[in-house]
């Protein structure tokens, strides 16, 4: 059974650099069949995705965050990571990484975590 | 990319049925046949109920059906049950822009 786990400061100050990382259990990391994704929900919002990482390194970032965002991977440590520079209380969210297959399905969420931005 | 359409909420009795639309265009809906549902439930992740229109993973029950048709995809619950009332999500591939996430309905079980 895949397992995603998130794990990252829950408060990051604005202007600074939130940094999440997903650690994934009961399954590879380096198979091409699927893409690893992140996506977000804001407080009582709606579902965003941000990104997804291929396992050769390729990276899609959505336009609104493009700028400010950094996805990489790690296989020998099973993991894939978010940073996003230069934060402000918009990007206070739920942060979920997934599992995503070829054409987009998310079949195995980590169960989230909560990032503030706050002074 | 915008958003998918859907309605902010949907309601039904127990034991009735209730559809959940989801409207798109040719380029993502309209033009795949990958429209994925979600349910949420307050405070946990996601959960994959439906993928490629019409498919269920395992472990869901068969009182979800999906459908499609032209630019708009539709979930189906039958049969519904106090466990169902909850937050549903479309997605669609999009091609290349790929990553597009409807506004959600909330499903209430009266």
């Known amino acids: 059974q895949v397992q995603l786990q998130e794990s990252g400061p829950g408060l990051v100050k604005p202007s600074q650099t939130l940094s999440l990382t997903c650690t994934v259990s009961g399954g590879s990391i380096s198979s091409g069949d699927y893409y690893w994704s992140w996506i977000r929900q804001h407080p009582t919002k709606g579902l965003e995705w941000i990104g997804y990482i291929y396992y050769d390194g390729n990276t899609y970032y959505t336009p609104s965050l493009k700028s400010r965002l950094s996805i990489s991977l790690d296989t020998s440590k099973k993991q894939f990571s978010l940073n996003l520079y230069s934060v402000t209380a918009t990007d206070t969210a739920v942060y979920y990484c997934?599992?995503?297959?070829?054409?987009?399905?998310?079949?195995?969420w980590g169960q989230g975590t909560l990032v503030t931005v706050s002074s | 990319q915008s958003a998918l359409t859907q309605p902010p909420s949907a309601s039904g009795s127990p034991g009735q049925s209730v559809t959940i639309s989801c409207t798109g265009t040719?380029?993502?809906?309209?033009?795949?046949?990958?429209v994925s549902w979600y349910q949420q439930h307050p405070g946990k992740a996601p959960k994959l109920m439906i993928y490629e229109v019409t498919k269920r993973p395992s472990g869901v029950p068969d009182r979800f059906s999906g459908s499609k048709s032209g630019n708009t995809a539709s979930l189906t619950v039958s049969g519904l049950q106090a466990e169902d009332e909850a937050d549903y999500y479309c997605?669609?591939?999009?091609?290349?822009?790929?990553?597009?996430f409807g506004g959600g309905t909330k499903l209430t079980v009266l």
């Open positions: 997605s669609s591939y999009a091609g290349s822009n790929w990553g597009v």
């Open positions: 997934a599992r995503t297959s070829l054409y987009g399905v998310l079949d195995y």
């Open positions: 040719s380029s993502d809906v309209g033009g795949y046949n990958y």
